[in-house]
């Protein structure tokens, strides 16, 4: 099965409640409820609408829950859903945050998964992570242009042997150093 085919058994409300129930329930996002209810509600009715790309190399979304951590002062930090894609046979995990919805829409999703941890919430999981970069396939693309032109520019700088763009990494050890201390 594919995220498209899991989109559409659904309605808008419930993964919207499911999104609010895992990452706006804090009482200081009671004032945001209503803007995320229209940004979510406009890209599910877009994701609704559009054509899901034919994933030629199956990408499976895996949404997993990470265990909690915890520092070498004792502290413990809570795991956090992680969103990721993995290859037919590849164990690598990739962050599919930068595909097109359409591609998104194209990969296939984990049934077990999904019966584990409930449509809703899976749904949530995902649209979480498919709008890390902007509510809006014009976002992505700006971000993903952004990206590849700074990819460029390092290029052509290593290209060059011009390295006065780069910080080594003592130089950032050491102003980290200064400003936490």
Not at 36 to 47: D, H
Not at 127 to 132: A, R
Request: proline share 2%; hydrophobic share 35%; aromatic share 14%.
């Amino acid at each position: 099965m594919i995220l498209k085919n899991l989109i559409t058994m659904c309605d808008f409300q419930d993964v919207y409640e499911s999104m609010i129930k895992l990452y706006y329930n804090n009482p200081d996002d009671d004032d945001n409820k209503e803007w995320v209810l229209n940004s979510y509600k406009e890209v599910y009715e877009r994701l609704l609408v559009l054509e899901p790309s034919k994933d030629k190399k199956l990408f499976t979304i895996s949404v997993t829950k990470e265990p909690d951590d915890e520092d070498d002062d004792g502290e413990v930090f809570e795991g956090f859903w992680d969103v990721c894609g993995r290859y037919e046979n590849d164990t690598t995990c990739y962050s599919p945050s930068l595909s097109t919805w359409s591609e998104w829409l194209g990969f296939t999703v984990i049934a077990e998964e999904v019966n584990d941890i409930g449509i809703y919430n899976y749904i949530a999981h995902v649209l979480w992570d498919m709008t890390f970069y902007g509510y809006t396939e014009d976002d992505l693309k700006e971000v993903k242009d952004s990206l590849l032109d700074i990819t460029k520019d390092i290029e052509e700088s290593i290209a060059n042997n011009d390295m006065s763009k780069f910080v080594s990494w003592d130089q950032i050890q050491k102003e980290l150093d200064e400003n936490i201390n």
